[in-house]
């Protein structure tokens, strides 16, 4: 497949072949809330990408894939200068993929067999040696280090309006009182119903938020002074430790790998 534009691309729920690619290098690009029927593993070489479904976000950082089942509604915003290879699988021929959508790290075996698939033409039925490729790529990905979309978004009518402002504006320092005073709730009722609907306390659950918007404005090339202020940390110092605390390294030092596709 040639390396496409993202207003270019060519529709893979169209093409006759049971497993198509295609291959995006641009700069920064939003989409529109979409669906494919085909399931859809999203290859990151460069850049980073949110990840938004309806029910949470993720961020993908270089070397890393999201997985999305059939029908799994979601949009992209895409920082920086990146790149990505994308596969597309007929899930009438395949049906025993994933169900569920997840984060998965790509080690060197799956990103060739993810790039030499992305080569193939859309318009081939797959001879014998790649259905094996593709039989072997799913293997190597059923067992690829995989973790969820890590921030879940409430939907209670009071909460889903809080979680949308502090995605916008991560920085926001209001306490979950503030939030109750201005959603006509206590602070209290507030705070037990974002702990059932997302599993985590409201402040567990924004310096999670906070986290996911640090990684997009490192993407995007931000500095970290720059980062620290706009997820609402006073210093450089406190924002670096609890980056390093969740991540185990400092700032940027994921979002600036790439992978040097051919």
């Known amino acids: 497949m040639p390396v496409y534009s993202p207003d270019a691309v060519e529709d893979p729920d169209l093409v006759a072949c049971p497993v198509v690619g295609m291959a995006i290098d641009t700069r920064a690009h939003a989409s529109d809330w979409h669906a494919h029927q085909r399931a859809q593993l999203l290859y990151q070489a460069e850049g980073g990408v949110t990840l938004y479904l309806t029910d949470r976000v993720g961020q993908l950082a270089p070397l890393q894939a999201a997985w999305l089942p059939a029908g799994c509604v979601h949009r992209t915003a895409m920082q920086g200068t990146f790149a990505y290879r994308s596969l597309y699988f007929d899930v009438a021929v395949y049906p025993d993929l994933p ?35 593709v039989g072997a790529l799913l ?114 030092r994921r979002q600036r790998r790439r992978d040097p596709l051919p």
């Open 99 to 133: 169900r569920e959508p997840r984060i998965l790290d790509v080690n060197p075996l799956l990103r060739e067999m993810i790039v030499r698939v992305t080569q193939w033409p859309s318009d081939q039925a797959l001879d014998g040696p790649r259905q094996r490729l």
């Open 139 to 252: 293997d190597e990905l059923a067992a690829a280090p995989a973790a969820p979309l890590h921030l879940p978004m409430p939907r209670d009518r009071r909460l889903a309006p809080i979680a949308r402002e502090l995605l916008a504006n991560p920085a926001c320092a209001l306490s979950i009182d503030d939030w109750g005073r201005r959603v006509g709730a206590s602070g209290r009722t507030l705070a037990r119903a974002f702990l059932a609907e997302t599993g985590l306390p409201f402040t567990r659950w924004r310096t999670q938020c906070r986290l996911l918007m640090a990684r997009a404005r490192l993407a995007e090339g931000a500095s970290v002074t720059e980062v620290a202020h706009a997820v609402g940390y006073a210093s450089d110092s406190a924002f670096i430790a609890m980056y390093r605390r969740a991540y185990g390294e400092p700032p940027g």
